[in-house]
């Protein structure tokens, strides 16, 4: 909408100026006309005619010169066909004849997609990769001078890098690095494309097209890695901790106190279970035994002595 308000603006100067031209011309042209035409013909009117169509034509050309820019366009200006400079943004008059104006460059950011089909990569699996290049014009003397068309020029550009660098690395590679690969081919692109006056913003990978039935068996054997990783590491843990639990028997074997250190810490431990009772009499005592499951009714509950607790919770 800004633009075509902008385009509205300078077609009323134009057509503004033109009246203004014609209106001048025919006063300046006219008069002189007439007496030509007088002088030869013995009458003013044969030449009126074609006076003012010269009139309008000249008038048209005149009121050309007058330019309004937008923010993002820029104007490459041509003096007898040699470069001059770049005009931009605004209101701008363009003297004809002597200048031309070359060409008239958008610089805003524009996002083209490429494609490499059928492409192979390293391990000869066919593959089509779409991406999409965000790109800008940073300098307009190059871009219109120095190349023809610069959108085809970073487009090929573009589509070469692409396939230069699926050809360059697996299908594995390729699915699992997508970031790494967008910015190697942004670097690449950009590289190329500064001798056109343009700036490479970003790549982005959009699709990688590659065989399902290779997709399914890439997706299978990722299964399989991962299960026998998870395998690998219960291992580990078990036989780290079948490794600490010999060096605590070790410990405990040598030492009494340790021993009884450590039947006390479990019968403090068994102490915090507030579902259940526990009753703690010498082994091996029967009398203490009925006592016991008289106190507590025989039923559910397991009672120990001290020695078989210690030696239940060691083998846990």
Known sequence: MLYNSTSAVQSFVRTVGWVVFFIVFTVLLGGVAGIVSFGIF?????????????NAWLAGIF???????PEWERMVLLRLGTFVGIKGPGFFVIPPFVYSVAAIVDTRIETHQVEATATLTKDNVPTKVTAAVEFKVEDPRKAIIDVQ???????????????????????????SERDQIAESLKNQIDNGAIVYGIDVRAVRITDIDTPQSLVEELAVIARERRAAEAKQIQADTEVAV???????????????SALRLRELQ????????????????????????????????????RYHAP????????EK
């Open 42 to 54: 013995g009458s003013s009117t044969p030449l009126m005619i074609p006076t003012l169509i010269f």
């Open 63 to 69: 009121s050309k010169m007058f330019y309004i820019l």
């Open 149 to 175: 068309n610069y959108r085809q020029s970073v487009i090929w550009l573009s589509t070469e890098a692409l396939k230069n660098t699926i050809g360059s690395m697996d299908l594995k590679e390729l699915l």
């Open 242 to 256: 079948a490794v600490k639990l010999s060096e605590a028997s070790d410990i405990l074997a040598k030492s009494g």
């Open 266 to 301: 479990i019968l403090n431990e068994m102490s915090k279970e507030e579902s259940s009772m526990i009753i703690i009499y010498p082994y091996g005592d029967r009398n203490a035994l009925e006592i016991a499951n008289g106190a507590a009714g025989k039923g559910n509950n």
């Open 307 to 314: 020695e078989r607790i210690v030696q239940e919770a060691l």
